[in-house]
């Protein structure tokens, strides 16, 4: 047992420093060998944009990436290298300082390869905080403007990390006028509010939302809800208020879906006709669609089930 009044910072903080170093050495050491197989012909007609996988730190963190990058040269075929270049777990970042993970974040941004940047990226972004999540999004999103595309994974990390940190905060983003059109963008988000408060974030998908972005998220949390229960899904969007007439449509055409998936002799008019009363005139509208879009030919009257 400790005795009280010790001080363990000079302890812990050479920890933190030895996993922003290995992962970002691990990085710079790779991007190397990269470089050094195509200049050596073993690459002819890569791109050279390849050999820009990744970058490295700059600033304070060179010698330590330095003697990073060093020791895992002498050690590359001990089978350590994959596991430095993989990043580091939410639970290692979570030990970071913000400046080191926001660093690392900038560099993970920069590798050029799907794979090794969701590789890199998935755990840092798994240990941002609320206050983090707007500087990564800018950060990532500068790249990308720039030219070096940021894989779909991690932004779907991002999103859901949002949503376990802030999502209220972050939902508010998809308002009105917003400039995110990505409907996945803000289902992503519910799913992370979902694994964190799943009765808050039903409430929330309750009320009469702003925009289409948002009105998509609150059909996520809705059908989500059920677990496929096609019975309770059709209670619960019938519960909603009217004016979450919106939300209501989505969910109704969420509920088609799963519907013709459930079974494979069920039919657009048998999914309509097992909807409750009060659903009936939405639902007719949806089937109507629905059979407009496998038959455009033929005419379908408000009668038709």
């Known amino acids: ?9 000079p302890i812990m903080k050479p920890a933190t420093t030895f996993i922003l170093a290995a992962v970002v050495g691990g990085t710079a050491f790779l991007a190397a060998r990269q470089s050094d197989r195509m200049q050596s012909g073993t690459n002819a007609g890569v791109p050279r944009r390849v050999a820009e996988d990744s970058s490295t730190p700059t600033g304070g963190a060179m010698d330590s990436t330095r003697k990073s990058r060093d020791r895992m040269t002498r050690n ?8 430095f270049y993989n990043g580091p777990t939410a639970e290692e970042a979570r030990l970071l300082t913000s400046a080191e993970r ?11 390869n799907s794979s090794n ?7 840092v972004i798994g240990a941002l905080t609320a206050d983090e999540i707007p500087r990564a999004l800018e950060s990532l999103g500068g790249m990308q403007d720039r030219g070096n595309g940021i894989t779909q994974q991690v932004w779907d990390s991002l999103w859901r990390q949002w949503g376990r940190v802030d999502p209220e905060g972050g939902l508010r983003r998809f308002g009105p006028g917003t400039s995110f059109t990505n409907h996945a963008d ?13 009765a808050a974030a039903l409430a929330w998908a309750r009320e009469p939302k702003q925009s289409p972005m948002q009105v998509s998220a609150a059909a996520r949390a809705i059908t989500s809800a059920t677990y496929g229960d096609l019975e309770r899904m059709r209670t619960d969007i019938a519960a909603l208020p009217e004016e979450a007439l919106d939300t209501r449509e989505q969910c109704l055409k969420e509920y088609f879906d799963m519907a013709l998936l459930s079974e494979e002799d069920r039919t657009i008019a048998s999914i309509c006709e097992d909807l ?5 005139e939405m639902g007719r509208r949806e089937a109507q669609r629905r059979m407009a879009m496998v038959s455009p ?3 379908h009257d408000e009668g038709s089930n």
């Open 102 to 112: 926001m660093d690392l974040i900038a560099s993970g941004a920069q590798i050029y």
């Open 76 to 83: 590359k075929d001990s089978g350590k290298i994959a596991a």
């Open 117 to 123: 940047q969701i590789a890199f990226l998935t755990g």
């Open 297 to 299: 030919d033929e005419p």
């Open 276 to 280: 409750p009363e009060s659903l009936q």
């Open 1 to 9: 047992m400790l005795s009280p009044g010790i001080d363990l910072t």
């Open 186 to 198: 803000a289902r992503n988000m519910m799913e992370g509010w979902l694994e964190t408060d799943a």
